[in-house]
């Protein structure tokens, strides 16, 4: 009797492992299937042309001649880079600062408040952040045509971005020790200095970990830009005009059903995944090492 | 000679103390900006949605006919396609998350436990377009060929349930397709945080339970899970937060119907997010454009509610197990 229910409750141990192992691989199976499949698709598209070329004309069944498929993403990829850039400039400066109140002078009841507010914010749909880049040029905006623009587009993404660097700069600040900050005021040092000359610094690592991590957040939307940047065959020709990007595009090409877009649409999916992939990468290496650092220091 | 240095020691302090407190609103001017774009978004979204909102008041949520050249604007069928996909999401993406959650936290060998969980975050790591690629021409055709019929077949039979499981000519992009590809994208999200909330579990509490000789599972299903039980709620709801707002893969794989209410869990759907991502730029009717900013206003509320929540319960959790005792 009591063998027998202490077999069962083994038995019933065990089968609960599996079946934890078994969510483990269920999660693993997708994420092997989408990474395995852009290789693939990707890789027979991708070369130096594809990367530098402008974009191809769509193969269509009167017009399956050898010749339209002959093109790249070149504009998609300028028009990233340059609303990412612009983007992270104003982000970035913003959201330290925002994130130096919170860790340094935030200990209040608002402090917490707009800690909070900042991680709501961070929970704001990316396709509600569009609409609201998109209404604010609606009502700007001279004309109908002005709303889409490589401006907006970047202003959506720094409403992606801020959250991201807000909490990333708030969490390694708080990381540093009080014992950085008592010596530097019993050094007669005035808290502004203590905090841009020694407390910055010593999180500093983790905070360019924030923003790499903003940009790989908002390198990957396609919603916002959808209804700001809109998108533009010829590239980036001003911050006032409409400008390409890879997120979108993929979404555009990737729907189009015509034979080159759609394997072009993979090409773009492998460079916007190893561009993702490296920057996490990068920031996680940069953590880990950091934390290691005041591992052993502590 | 000192009364000079004095002047100029005082000078600095006062300098020093104008630049501090000029800091300290700076950097407090600057968390005003960040924190004023939530009220701004609502602002925007309600002042841009009043057309609609006066015209047809609280029957644009109920109404089901969605027909923009005759001016009638329902919401319901893309709040109920939201609702749809997002619960499947969860009833297929909860308990796989909390299966890896557990794993993770309180049965893996400490060598895996960081590169399992750094594979589980590249989920979250891959764009949302990108799960629409490949949602539409890898998990669709199987869908279409493989798992809808089956659906039909078997959970088609049941009665009750049965209505919602007729095969439709949906092609493979419907509302169960959308569900399926938005539970592997909650997985990171709702797994990385339950994991953290059952980590947080004090030792001694497995160690009671293990002491008077229960087994792995029976420990954590009595120490560990109660104690975690806010945090991995306030998980969960995370999660749903995140299905809610998903716009690109599901747009790519949802059949965008936008007309009349679902019938059927394998037919074309529509949600807020995919009606927005598709009609915004391609309406021709201003009516029609703030009735789709009026649809975001609702998600907005919708999710802004849901983060609240789920923050409180994640938070309490923390704040708890980070208290010395």
């Given at each position: ?9 083994k ?22 299937s ?16 594809f ?15 050898p010749?339209?498929s ?68 609606y ?7 002005d ?5 907006s ?15 990333t700069?708030e969490e ?11 010596a ?13 000359r ?52 993929i ?9 080159n877009?759609v ?16 920057l ?9 090492r ?9 | 000679?000192?009364?000079p ?5 005082r ?62 604007f329902?919401?319901?069928?893309i ?99 959308a ?49 975690a ?37 394998l ?59």
């Amino acid at each position: 009797m009591k063998t027998r229910t202490r077999t069962r409750r083994k038995v019933t141990d065990l089968t609960v492992r599996l079946l934890m192992i078994g969510c483990v691989a269920i999660a693993l199976i997708p994420l092997a299937s989408i990474l395995e499949t852009t290789a693939v698709q990707g890789g027979r598209v991708i070369s130096w042309h594809f990367l530098t070329s402008a974009e191809p004309i769509p193969c269509t069944i009167t017009n399956a001649t050898p010749t339209c498929s002959y093109g790249g993403i070149f504009p998609a990829i300028e028009g990233s880079f340059i609303m990412l850039g612009v983007a992270a400039l104003i982000a970035m400066p913003l959201g330290i600062l925002a994130g130096i109140y919170l860790a340094e002078f935030g200990q209040h009841r608002w402090g917490r408040l707009a800690s909070f507010i900042v991680d709501v914010l961070s929970g704001v749909p990316s396709i509600v952040v569009g609409l609201f880049v998109y209404s604010l040029f609606y009502i700007l905006a001279a004309n109908p045509e002005d709303v889409y623009s490589a401006f907006s587009g970047s202003i959506a993404l720094v409403v992606i971005m801020l959250p991201v660097v807000v909490r990333t700069t708030e969490e390694s600040l708080r990381l540093v020790p009080r014992s950085v900050r008592e010596a530097a005021a019993a050094l007669g040092i005035p808290r502004y200095k203590a905090t841009i000359r020694i407390v910055l610094p010593t999180g500093g690592a983790a905070v360019v970990t924030g923003g790499i991590l903003a940009v790989a957040r908002a390198g990957g939307e396609a919603a916002p830009l959808l209804l700001t940047a809109l998108g533009n065959r010829l590239g980036f020709i001003g911050f006032n005009h409409p400008a390409e990007a890879m997120p979108p595009l993929i979404y555009q090409w990737g729907t189009s059903g015509y034979g080159n877009w759609v394997a072009d649409a993979w090409g773009m999916a492998l460079v916007l995944i190893l561009i993702m992939l490296s920057l996490s990468l990068t920031a996680r290496l940069i953590l880990a090492r950091r934390a290691r650092l005041i591992g052993g220091s502590a | 000679m000192t009364a000079p240095r004095g002047r100029v020691a005082r000078s600095h302090r006062r300098r020093d103390r104008v630049l501090d407190n000029l800091f300290v609103v700076g950097t407090g001017a600057a968390v005003g900006v960040v924190v004023s774009f939530v009220a701004a978004i609502s602002y925007l979204l309600v002042v841009q949605s009043l057309p609609t909102i006066r015209l047809f008041g609280y029957r644009y949520l109920f109404g089901v006919e969605w027909n923009a050249p005759a001016s009638i604007f329902g919401a319901e069928p893309i709040i109920v396609g939201t609702l749809i996909t997002s619960a499947i999401a969860l009833l297929i993406g909860v308990p796989i998350s909390l299966g890896i959650a557990m794993f993770l936290s309180e049965e893996a060998p400490g060598w895996l436990r960081t590169p399992l969980a750094a594979l589980v975050e590249l989920l979250a790591a891959v764009p949302s377009v990108v799960y629409g690629l490949w949602g539409l021409l890898v998990l669709v055709p199987i869908m279409q060929n493989q798992v809808n019929p089956d659906l039909a077949a078997t959970l088609g039979r049941v009665p009750g349930i049965g209505p919602w499981f007729q095969l439709e000519p949906s092609g493979g992009t419907d509302l169960v397709t959308a569900g399926v590809i938005l539970s592997v994208m909650v997985i990171p999200t709702i797994s990385a945080i339950s994991r953290e909330a059952m980590s947080a579990v004090p030792r001694s509490q497995r160690e009671a339970a293990l002491a008077i000789g229960a087994t792995r599972w029976e420990t954590t299903r009595t120490a560990v899970l109660p104690y975690a039980s806010s945090g991995i709620f306030g998980a969960i709801i995370l999660g749903l937060g995140r299905a809610l707002g998903e716009t690109m893969a599901v747009t790519m794989t949802v059949g965008n119907h936008i007309n009349g209410l679902p019938t059927s869990l394998l037919g074309q759907g529509q949600t807020i997010a995919s009606a927005i991502a598709n009609e915004l730029n391609n309406t021709a009717y201003p009516l029609e454009r703030t009735a789709l900013i009026e649809a975001g206003l609702v998600l907005l509320l919708v999710t802004l509610l849901v983060n609240v929540v789920a923050r409180l319960f994640v938070r309490r959790v923390f704040r708890g197990g980070e208290t010395p005792s």
